[in-house]
């Protein structure tokens, strides 16, 4: 496919090439640096998804990132984070192809050199991930040959319509040599764009784990979960349902790319101070009596008044059962779950033996296998507890441990090593402009393994007034709430704040999401007309 381009006369490389074919040159790298990421999302789908190397250059960079930038990216972004930094590494992809298109017309092979420390950037990425399999090299090394040997015929073709030295053998005459490179470039970046698209869609879409997911049905719970109360939910239009379901349910976790793990290969282990080491395979795990339960997450990260949070129906089995049978020794005071992709999450031992918390190996969501981008084939839902402490997606080991000795994923990023949730509400209408008359103010309010005894709602700087609650499954989910307004014409500030079944209140104090959660009561502006 590569054509030999002819060498740089004394003359040329005093003078250097012409402006307008270098900017050609560089449009040839972006192509086909375009066109080997493609093509290497493509082999990923084919051989080995985890072997994408975007994704896994990507976590590597966040790996090495210092702390305040990790923060700051976690803070300021949000959910964003993750797109952005895919983004950073493709555009930063194409502007060192575009290099290597100007290199390569300047010189044979001198491309080759820039392609190539491109490839060993992603071998790097992909090499650092947890138990990375030799298939998983293979995407990075084909996307980068492939994009390279297109480069060439790109440079090739633009040296028949703009030859560096008078003394070039004719070729093609120049406005058909010039059809003919704008022709391939147009076509090869169409081609790459394409493939790109389906790469992407077919990684998420089309992977023998996502068709043996369809195909899997769970077993019956041993012991199910309450009946969902008729007077569960409010009815009041716009406000969050009582369960979330599980396409809109929130997703926070530093994986650029969610593990794709086979059932059948699954396995857990339970190590450190124990007396004896466990280990359990998903199709044992499935046989086990299992319980379903409702349980309502929160991230560390959410806002007052974010929408970090969501409620579903988990069906998975009780950790503090496996935990007895490895016995752990005295002294063991907390649990380092590590996650397949590496992450890691340190749970106080007391919350995952305590037998009034259902703290559960989740296979379940919802009445249906986990979904890949919450866990699957198996996470751990913990009810009282941050995520980042305790709610470990791709679980596949348990290390009894103490605080003294490990750390967590988050701690020495500044994260308290304990995240107990927070008493939080949340007003999630009226919409910023109403009609006078009786306007339903709702949301929710939670705290998670405790309960919701009391909402207020406070108008301007009127007198708190009691909401009306909504019935709930138990102490581990969150609470609908509406109050009857009497709206006002005129602009109105309305506020909530919920009062806990212990009868503790909710903090006023404003604080931000680190290091331990956010507090404050969440405040809206109303314009009544």
Known sequence: ????????????????????????????????????????????????????PVPAVGELIIGLLPAPLVNWGKETLGTADKPVLIAIITVGV????????????RRRYAGAAVFGVIAVLGIVGVAARPGTAPSEYVPTFVGLLIGYMILGTLIAKLWRWLPRRAAVEPGAPPSAARRDFLAWT?????????????????????????D???????????????????????????MTPYITPNAEFYRIDTSLQPPVIDPDGWRLTITGMVENEVAITYAELLAKPLDEHFTTLTCVSNEVGGDLAGNARWLGYPIRELLAQAKPLA?????????????????????????????ILAVGMNGEPLPIEHGFPVRMVVPGLYGYVSATKWVVNLKVTTYEKDEAYWTP?????????????????????????????????????????????????DPWQQAEIADTTGPDTWRQWK???????????????????????QTAALAPPAPDGATGYHSITVKVR
């Open 212 to 238: 043996a997911r369809a195909k899997l049905r769970l077993p019956a719970a041993a012991k199910p979960a309450a009946p969902v109360p008729a007077g569960a939910e409010l009815g009041v239009p716009g």
């Open 94 to 105: 194409l502007v060192l192809s575009g290099l290597g298109g100007q290199l390569e017309r």
């Open 331 to 359: 002294g063991a005071d907390m649990v380092l779950s590590t996650s397949a992709d590496g992450w890691t999450a340190g749970t106080p031992l007391t919350a995952l033996t305590d037998p009034d918390r259902e703290a």
């Open 1 to 52: 496919m590569h054509q030999r381009a002819p060498e740089a006369t004394d003359d040329e490389q005093a003078t250097g090439p012409s402006p307008n074919a270098t900017w050609w040159a560089r449009l040839a790298g972006v192509v086909a640096g375009l066109a080997g990421l493609a093509i290497a999302e493509l082999v990923a789908w084919a051989v080995a998804p985890a072997g994408s």
């Open 186 to 210: 147009i076509l090869m970046g169409t081609a790459a764009g394409l493939a790109a698209v389906a790469g992407s869609v077919l990684s998420k879409a089309a992977t023998a784990v996502t």
């Open 413 to 461: 990023l500044g994260w308290s090593a304990k995240g107990p949730i927070k008493i939080a509400s949340r007003i999630d209408v009226p919409t910023r402009t109403v009609d006078a008359g009786t306007v339903a103010v709702a949301g929710v309010a939670w705290a998670q393994h405790t309960g919701i005894s009391k909402v207020e709602v406070q108008v301007d700087q």
């Open 483 to 505: 109050y009857a307004w009497a709206a006002t014409p005129g602009t109105h500030r309305i506020t909530v704040r919920a009062t806990d079944a212990k009868g503790t209140l």
